[in-house]
T-cell receptor
Framework: NAGVTQTPKFRVLKTGQSMTLLCAQD?????MYWYRQDPGMGLRLIHY???????AKGEVPDGYNVSRLKKQNFLLGLESAAPSQTSVYFC?????????????FGEGSRLTVL | TQLLEQSPQFLSIQEGENLTVYCNSS?????LQWYRQEPGEGPVLLVT?????EVKKLKRLTFQFGDARKDSSLHITAAQTGDTGLYLC???????????FGAGTQVVVTP
């Protein structure tokens, strides 16, 4: 079972370059999320989607864009990378349900911006 | 935004010892989740607690939800090296399933 798959796993960018992180889930989940994880700060929500064709801002959306053209895929884009975006990015998905639902995470994508 | 505080930030113990980590908030929350994250992996759900005063056991792990639903603890009995990881508590902030995480407690269990 693949679950949640993120590509690429590692990437090094120069300041100003652009890139896209791809998240794919095979569990037919409605909800998908992008988080970033930085030392001492836990996981912070960047953007999320509650269904195909929908996206919404999370806690730290600046500098990122997202798209959910297909239910199983959630893309995170950086148009002009900055060193402050050096982080580990996690995609997650969940069923459409109430307050106690479980999030299923990918293995993470480590991004370094020089 | 509710702030979740986890303590301690780091804990190093030897195999066989017990440990407790804490998650606290100034606000009441309806439910709380505990996740464990191993190096190079994403977080994995351990348990969800929903009722004030609730105690849940998962093998050697005991989770407690405070009576006032503002705090929770995770106790590990006779820790093993496989318990090494980052323990994160999280609460849902709305019906869209968004989670707010604490900063985590890094637990290292040495042989």
């Amino acid at each position: 079972n693949a679950g949640v798959t993120q590509t690429p796993k590692f990437r090094v960018l120069k300041t100003g370059q652009s890139m896209t992180l791809l998240c794919a889930q095979d569990m037919n989940h409605e909800y998908m999320y992008w988080y970033r994880q930085d030392p001492g700060m836990g996981l912070r929500l960047i953007h999320y989607s509650v269904g195909e064709g929908t996206t919404a801002k999370g806690e730290v959306p600046d500098g990122y864009n997202v798209s959910r053209l297909k239910k199983q895929n959630f893309l995170l884009g950086l148009e002009s990378a900055a060193p402050s975006q050096t982080s580990v990015y996690f995609c997650a998905s969940s069923y459409r349900q109430g307050l106690t639902g479980e999030l299923f995470f990918g293995e993470g994508s480590r991004l370094t911006v020089l | 935004t509710q702030l979740l505080e986890q303590s301690p930030q780091f804990l190093s113990i030897q195999e066989g010892e017990n440990l407790t980590v804490y998650c606290n908030s100034s606000s009441v929350f309806s439910s709380l989740q505990w996740y464990r994250q191993e190096p190079g992996e994403g977080p994995v759900l351990l348990v969800t607690v929903v009722t004030g005063g609730e105690v849940k056991k998962l093998k050697r792990l005991t989770f407690q939800f405070g009576d006032a639903r503002k705090d929770s603890s995770l106790h590990i009995t006779a820790a093993q090296t496989g318990d090494t990881g980052l323990y994160l508590c999280a609460i849902k902030t709305d019906s869209w399933g968004k989670l707010q995480f604490g900063a985590g407690t890094q637990v290292v269990v040495t042989p």
